[in-house]
């Protein structure tokens, strides 16, 4: 079993920066993905952002430029620094962990409010 907890979540005015990270515990393989998907409210949850246990990343377009993803393997610990925030990006920010050993296991961290103001 995996546990993920995020942390760095708040609120902050638009044009600010917050750093989110997410720690991931228990069962991890040497090879996977961990990313960020976003949820707000009405909203389907959506992908932010994604990067492999060798350091490939993928964004989606709103935030391209504006977010960087990265992580420590060393900690099992992924990031998302956030910049140049809008009132748009307010939501529920999940970590996500998939491996993959004969099949998928995918992984939710419990998410963190991020609140960007006007």
């Known amino acids: 079993q995996v546990q993920l907890v995020e942390s760095g979540g708040g609120l902050v005015q638009a044009g600010g920066s917050l750093r989110l990270s997410c720690v991931a515990s228990?069962?991890?393989?040497?090879?996977?993905?961990m990313g960020w998907y976003r949820q707000a409210p009405g909203n389907e949850r959506e992908l932010v952002a994604t990067i492999t246990s060798g350091g490939t990343t993928n964004y989606a377009d709103s935030v391209k430029g504006r977010f960087t993803i990265s992580r420590d393997n060393s900690k099992n610990t992924v990031y998302l620094q956030m910049s140049s925030l809008k009132p748009e990006d307010t939501a529920v920010y999940y970590c996500n962990l998939d491996q993959r050993r004969f099949r998928s296991y995918n992984y939710w961290g419990q998410g963190t409010q991020v609140t960007v103001s006007s």
């Open positions: 228990g069962s991890i393989f040497s090879v996977n993905v």
